[in-house]
């Protein structure tokens, strides 16, 4: 029993005195969320139904460079690591989160473990080129170097594929559903 004390006396002790780092990175990842979902979710594909597949496309990567290089810009500006990156790379080898049935923390243990190429792929897919970039600086502070745009800049050429890849699969499959199922019975004549 006074294991089981000074270890939660330990855990809570620890958890007070990082409490601003958790705060920090908790909210960053609120607002991102905040910030990612609308725009991937609802905006991207209500730009794509409107202006077509090339113009939608052509817009919304418009659109995605100026979030990302601007929130990548704010991101370096601070110089804190908001992101959690440091735990991250802490934690990539010590905890087994394979045992978690969320599929996305899954594939981040097994993107963290297996390099830098397949942590680009992941962060591109599941997330954006700032965080692509910001994962594969692993914490290291200071000015964007070259090899960070030119990760930037794949990292968008993927990640704008995928979506707009994805979106028009979906919007296009949605279309012929609707149309093999639903309009052939609204445009029964009636007698």
């Keep these: 029993m006074c294991t089981l004390f000074v270890w939660?006396?330990?855990?809570?002790?620890n958890l007070?005195?990082?409490?601003?780092?958790?705060?920090?990175?908790?909210t960053a990842h609120a607002l991102l969320?905040?910030?990612?979902?609308?725009?991937?979710y609802v905006l991207y594909p209500t730009v794509l139904i409107f202006c077509g597949p090339l113009l939608g496309t052509a817009l919304m990567m418009t659109l995605a460079l100026l979030l990302n290089v601007a929130?990548?810009?704010?991101?370096?500006?601070?110089?804190?690591?908001?992101?959690?990156?440091?735990e991250v790379e802490a934690l990539k080898h010590t905890?087994?989160?394979a045992k978690?049935?969320?599929?996305?923390?899954?594939?981040?243990?097994?993107a963290t473990r297996h390099g830098d190429t397949a942590t680009f792929f992941f962060f591109s897919i599941f997330k954006d080129p700032f965080w692509t970039v910001a994962f594969l600086r692993k914490g290291r502070p200071g000015p964007i170097t070259p090899r960070d745009w030119r990760v930037f800049w794949a990292s968008f050429a993927v990640a704008n594929l995928y979506w707009a890849g994805r979106w028009v699969l979906t919007i296009e499959g949605a279309l012929w559903i609707y149309q093999t199922m639903f309009d052939p019975i609204v445009r029964v004549p009636v007698p």
């Design 8 to 13: 939660s006396r330990t855990i809570v002790r």
């Design 16 to 26: 007070y005195a990082y409490r601003t780092r958790i705060g920090t990175i908790a």
């Design 33 to 40: 969320t905040a910030l990612d979902w609308p725009f991937d």
């Design 71 to 86: 929130i990548l810009r704010m991101y370096v500006a601070n110089g804190t690591d908001w992101l959690g990156v440091r």
């Design 95 to 97: 905890v087994d989160l």
């Design 100 to 110: 978690t049935e969320h599929i996305v923390t899954r594939a981040l243990q097994w």
